[in-house]
Nanobody, 119 residues
Framework: QVQLVESGGGLVQPGGSLRLSCEASGIIFSINAMSWYGQAQGRQRELVAYIAGRDTTDYADSVKGRFTISRDSAKNTVHLQMNTLKPEDTAVYYC?????????????WGRGTQVTVSS
């Protein structure tokens, strides 16, 4: 059974930094793209950062220059380095990945980790 588990969220002051991690566990043959989504209270879930299988990346305009997505293929892990955080970044952040396992290929989601930016 494949699972994604996020970690690293918490409360931080404006201008601070956090590093989110998402580890995929289980019997995994391969992972295609991985991404981070954010969902603020009362808002739709939105794509924040994306990293393709060949490590090309893309970001929401609101986080360009502040956030960096990276992956460690050997550990089946994706990270999101979040710098110069703003109150508008407050959201639950979810990890998403396309994974091939013994049960086939499927899109998986983590349960989310809360990021709160407040003074």
């Amino acid at each position: 059974q494949v699972q994604l588990v996020e970690s690293g969220g918490g409360l931080v002051q404006p201008g601070g930094s956090l590093r989110l991690s998402c580890e995929a566990s289980g019997i995994i043959f391969s992972i295609n793209a991985m991404s981070w989504y954010g969902q603020a209270q009362g808002r739709q879930r939105e794509l924040v950062a994306y990293i393709a299988g060949r490590d090309t990346t893309d970001y929401a305009d609101s986080v360009k220059g502040r956030f960096t997505i990276s992956r460690d293929s050997a550990k089946n892990t994706v990270h999101l380095q979040m710098n110069t955080l703003k109150p508008e970044d407050t959201a639950v952040y979810y990890c998403n990945a396309g994974i091939r396992s013994p049960s086939g290929f499927a899109d998986y989601w983590g349960r989310g980790t809360q990021v709160t930016v407040s003074s």
